[in-house]
């Protein structure tokens, strides 16, 4: 079992997320510069957090232009785990792998804080391990990660079950007051229909160790290495 | 721009002094032409020369056991132990962020992250010490969300997390905000790289932006006062591009695994002229230049903006001759221009070419050899000695209602949380960071071992400005037992000294006496100072600030499980004082005098250097031993602000404690609660290892009191003040946005 | 030859950036504005060419990089 980490100009949680499936959960990962148009060999892609191009002109906007997205849209297409994960999110949403966009924070501002998700399916690839209506302790660090979709859009994410975290409460519930930055519907993550595409702005690759505060993000990293086994990868 | 003749007006104007055109003169055996001006001037310039600073910059200790570099490089360097070192610095970018508040924090930011990975270090955290004017200035909220949003979105584009830092507030910064910018790498044991152009024949190679006309004369602007046409000077801001620099950052990185290159310097102020001058001077060579081949982003620019320019995230390099194509092709994978401009020579001449002409032709060593020096007369102002007599404390009224007043402190944008601040900023991100911001220091673990790095960035520049001698020794003091509350050993220390007008001898003195109070503070304490950072002019309209020597420090756990936190764990937890013969009734430059009674006067609390080592190696050996939950110097706001930050700092929400009076019944209850001391702190552990704890104590021979236990709703001082931990935690926590108008 | 490009939000697209300075002006006591729609504005040099083709060549690349159509709209002017 291999997995890709894509590396852009500007990417900056490759190394973290190298860490996490490297050295916590212990899977052969390697980093993929993103001239390269191959995943060849590759059985999961987890692309990393970051500014990449400085987040200039849209987040994701140029990335998604490099020659290892159409790598990953091929890879995702044959049915390949995809997560992207804030920048990673920003990137699969321009790319069309994911429906809706990306607007500024309601606050106008930078978070980076811990927040809870209520995980809503365990659908995907990384959330089969995770019981619908788990809560969850990630953090997210983001300017852009207020979440938009035409309402069109978000009742067809609702109907199809795409929706796959939401920000809550410590209770589970998604309240105003828990939604770090104005995303319709309080959501965090979504997946494609398919489920095997999941893009999300919190970060459990900064938080899959108990000493930084949480490990709750490795349980997304266990469950697509359990997918991937029962694939017999 | 134009060449304008040469004449004494002009280096007067150039910031030069007659006596300083006549030493140029002399170098030159000629007059300067308008390019050698140029250089002069801003290698001359306070900022690049240190030319009234240096006399008093040799009292600091530099050496030690641990230390692999010491001041005069890009940054310092620190054995950390299992070959690994750390490399850090501080940096001022006071004037640049008071004209332009985001662009001049971020370049900031961006300026000392260069600094430390062109030692070879990759940056892992970066610490901020900001100081603004008082809260309801008109300027100052504009300047506070300018600055924070600048630091952040320079520090969290480009993946270094900005772990913790301070922020003050005071109408001496009205005119004169400071932004002191922190960072710290690792780096490998033999993997560390200087700024030396060394091996005649090796080429100098230019890497990162183009050049335009950004900041020309920054240096010089940072060596002059301000005046009411400051505003003007907007254009020579230079704009930080912090994608390029994390380009430049995995570029030169990848470079330095390699050993194609013999030295490497950041273009900081006075770019192309002191990255090259310098790596010159220290290797005792010359250069020649060729400014046609320098990248440029603008047309018709004539040799001294060249020279002069200070366009952000450039690099100067010397590499090996032959290795030159190894350099650009790793340069060209990161999309970034890289060109050979010239090469090194052995004659110590510093020709510069441009049209095929010779523009400049300057010795190299007597720029930096013969650059003047100063002793400047220092005085102590006349009205000091009123400053610290005044007033007598038993003529300070108690206030009526003590709990009243123990949460205004606390929700006073001094005290308060600032979480406004931290949250904009990526504190996160590398997954390295132990303890986020909001303890006494920050932690931070290092990968592959298991070693911790605990740090602070500290100065109480009331106390500075009441005695700059006692002042200096306590930021030196009281940053070391901010890591040592983390469980750390102070290793290390690099500084940013924040003064007003050298010319004037009130000014001198201050800077005299505080550096000499932090050197007697660093020999003691064995923490030696290896690199930093001088920030002359600090006025406005003739206003000085108060003096702000930053201390920036750095401390080692050798287990990083080791690491302990400020706040309280767990009901039932017991509180001690330890240090409790050093607890006083000082209220001179207090908070609660400043606050509560609209003076800062008087005189800083007393140090004991002897006691305060000590006290940082019993609460290293407590720490390491297991034996302690939580602890808490007292600082700011004495005795209540200190237990109020145990009980309401806590991330899994406020929690209660009950405890004694730790004074004789006859000392009045204000200043019990807000006299404010040098020496003591307050420790929770577990019942259970009372007994222990108290048995480290004796072995340092630290005079321990229990206090009381952790729990309750109440915050409780027995038979003095109580309040309710829940109401203080919801003023500390909305106080910073709430005085400064900022939305939640 | 030189086009100017505007790329705004869509109408019904909530835009945080423009409700902020909206109430900041309000603040300021600057009355009368009733909406701000901050947007991008961009100038690009062109090879000269028939106003159509280069009008074509614009709206391409406005498609596929320098707009997010879900939730921006652009406008083209060639000079």
Redesign the interface.
């Known amino acids: 079992m291999r997995i890709a980490v894509p590396v852009f100009p500007g990417s900056n949680c490759d190394h973290d997320a190298y860490h996490a499936l490297k050295h916590v959960v212990g899977v052969d990962t390697a980093f993929v510069w993103h001239k390269r148009s191959s995943l060849e060999g590759f059985d999961a892609v987890v692309i990393p957090g970051g500014f990449t191009y400085g987040d200039y002109l849209r987040c994701g906007a140029m990335a998604k232009l490099s020659p290892v997205m159409d790598a990953v849209r091929r890879f995702a297409e044959g049915g390949g785990p995809v997560i992207g994960i804030c920048n990673g999110f920003q990137i699969l949403l321009e790319s069309g792998l994911l429906p809706g966009a990306m607007m500024v924070n309601e606050s106008l501002r930078f978070v980076c804080e811990y927040v809870h998700l209520r995980a809503e399916t365990g659908r995907t690839p990384f959330t089969g391990g995770i019981a619908p209506g788990t809560v969850l302790k990630i953090p997210v660090a983001h300017y852009q990660g207020n979440y938009f979709a035409d309402d069109a859009t978000l009742a067809a994410l609702e109907e199809r079950r795409q929706v796959v975290f939401r920000y809550c409460d410590p209770s589970g519930d998604p309240t105003a007051g828990s939604n770090p930055n104005g995303s319709a519907r309080n959501i965090a993550g979504i997946c494609n229909e398919r489920g095997n595409v999941l893009g999300m702005m919190p970060h459990p690759e900064r938080c899959s160790e108990e000493e930084l505060g949480s490990a709750d993000g490795r349980r997304l990293f266990d469950s697509m290495v359990a997918w991937l086994k029962e694939k017999g990868k | 721009m134009k060449e304008k003749p040469v004449t004494l007006e002009l280096a007067r104007e150039h910031g030069l002094s007659g006596e300083e055109f006549e030493r140029v003169r002399a170098i030159l055996g000629r007059d300067p032409n308008f390019t050698e001006l140029g250089i002069f001037s801003v290698m001359w310039s306070e900022h690049c020369s240190y030319k009234s600073s240096r006399i008093h910059l040799k009292k600091f200790p530099t050496k030690g056991p641990r230390v692999l570099q010491g001041p005069g490089e890009n940054a310092g360097v620190v054995d950390i132990g299992d070959g690994l070192a750390v490399s850090f610095k501080m940096e001022s970018h006071n004037h640049p962020s008071f004209i332009e508040p985001y662009q001049g924090a971020a370049t900031g930011v961006g300026g000392i992250l260069r600094d430390v990975f062109t030692m070879g270090a990759r940056p892992i955290a970066s610490l901020d010490s900001l100081r603004f004017g008082r809260p309801d200035h008109p300027r100052t909220r504009y300047l506070v969300t300018g600055v924070v949003a600048g630091i952040a979105g320079y520090g969290n584009c480009i993946g270094v997390p900005t772990v913790g830092g301070e922020v003050y507030f005071d109408e001496c910064y009205d005119g004169n905000i400071l932004v002191n910018a922190f960072t710290l790498g690792v780096v490998k044991r033999d993997g560390i790289w200087r700024g030396y152009a060394s091996g005649v024949g090796n080429p100098v190679i230019y890497v990162g932006s183009k050049t335009g006309r950004d900041g020309i004369h920054g240096a010089t602007m940072a060596s002059g006062e301000f005046d009411e046409k400051s505003e003007e000077k907007r254009p020579t801001v230079q704009v930080g591009d912090p994608f390029t620099e994390k380009l430049l950052l995995e570029a030169c990185l990848e470079l330095m695994k390699t050993d194609a290159i013999v030295g490497i310097q950041d273009m900081g102020a006075a770019g192309l002229t002191s990255s090259s001058f310098e790596m010159a001077s220290r290797a005792g060579t010359g250069f020649t230049m060729d400014l046609d081949l320098v990248p440029q982003r603008e047309e018709g620019m004539i040799p001294y903006e060249l020279m002069l320019s200070e366009s952000q995230e450039r690099m100067l390099m010397v590499a090996k001759k032959g290795r030159e194509g190894e350099v650009l092709e790793i340069f060209d994978k990161w999309d970034l221009d890289a060109s050979v401009i010239g090469e090194v020579t052995g004659d110590g001449v510093a020709r510069i070419r441009w049209r095929g002409k010779t523009v400049a032709e300057i010795p190299v060593a007597p720029v930096t050899d013969q650059a003047p020096l100063y002793d400047r007369p220092a005085a102590r102002p006349e009205w000091q000695e009123a400053l610290q007599r005044n007033p007598d404390p038993a003529s300070l009224p108690v206030p009526a209602d003590l709990a009243g007043t123990w949460m205004r402190l606390m929700s006073c944008p001094e005290m308060a949380d600032k979480k406004w601040v931290f949250r904009q900023y990526d504190h996160m991100i590398r997954t390295n960071t132990l303890v986020l911001p909001g303890s006494d220091a920050s932690v931070l673990r290092v990968k592959g071992t298991r070693k911790g790095i605990a740090l602070s960035v500290d100065c109480n520049s009331r106390y500075c400005f009441l005695d700059p001698y006692l002042g200096g020794m306590i930021a030196v003091c009281e940053s070391a037992r901010n890591v040592a509350c983390s469980g750390a050993e102070p290793i290390g220390l690099t500084d940013c000294l924040n003064f007003g007008n050298p010319e004037k001898p009130e000014i001198m003195w201050q800077f005299r006496s505080a550096i000499e109070g932090m050197a007697k503070a660093c020999e003691t304490l064995a923490v030696p100072v290896v690199s930093g950072n001088v920030s002359f002019y600090n006025e406005t309209m003739g206003k000085g600030i108060h003096p702000t020597p930053t201390v920036g420090m750095v401390g080692l756990l050798e287990d990083a499980g080791d690491r302990l936190v400020q706040w309280f764990d767990a009901p039932g937890d017991a509180v001690f004082l330890a240090g409790a013969d050093r607890m006083g009734e000082c209220v001179g430059g207090s908070l609660y005098l400043k606050e509560v009674h609209g003076k800062v006067a008087g005189t800083p609390p007393p140090v004991d250097l002897d006691h305060e080592k000590r006290l940082q190696r019993f609460l290293a050996a407590a720490a390491a031993e297991k034996l302690l939950s939580s602890a808490h110097d007292l600082a700011e706001g004495g005795f209540a602000c200190a237990l109020a930050e145990c009980c309401v700092t806590r991330p899994d929400g406020p929690i209660g404690a009950k405890v004694a009076n730790p004074f004789p019944a006859s000392v009045r209850p204000d200043f019990v609660l807000f006299a404010e001391s040098q020496g003591a702190v307050l420790l929770s552990c577990p019942p259970g290892k009372k007994g222990a704890l108290a048995d480290a104590a004796e072995r340092f021979r630290i005079k321990m009191k229990e206090l009381g236990n952790v729990g309750g709703e109440h915050i409780d001082i027995e038979g003095v003040a109580s309040v309710r931990a829940a109401d203080l935690h919801r003023g500390w926590r909305d106080g910073f946005a709430k005085t400064l108008g900022l939305e939640g | 030859m030189k086009a100017k490009i505007y790329v705004t939000l869509k109408k019904g697209?909530?835009d945080?950036?423009g409700r902020?300075i909206l109430s900041s002006l309000s603040h300021l006591g600057i009355a009368g504005v009733e909406d701000v729609r901050v947007g991008?504005y961009m100038e690009v040099r062109l090879k000269d060419a028939a106003p159509d083709d280069a009008r074509r060549l614009l709206d391409d690349a406005c498609r596929r990089?320098?707009a997010?159509t879900?939730?921006e709209e652009y406008r083209i002017e060639i000079e």
């Open positions: 697209v909530l945080p950036q902020a991008k990089l320098l997010n879900v939730i």
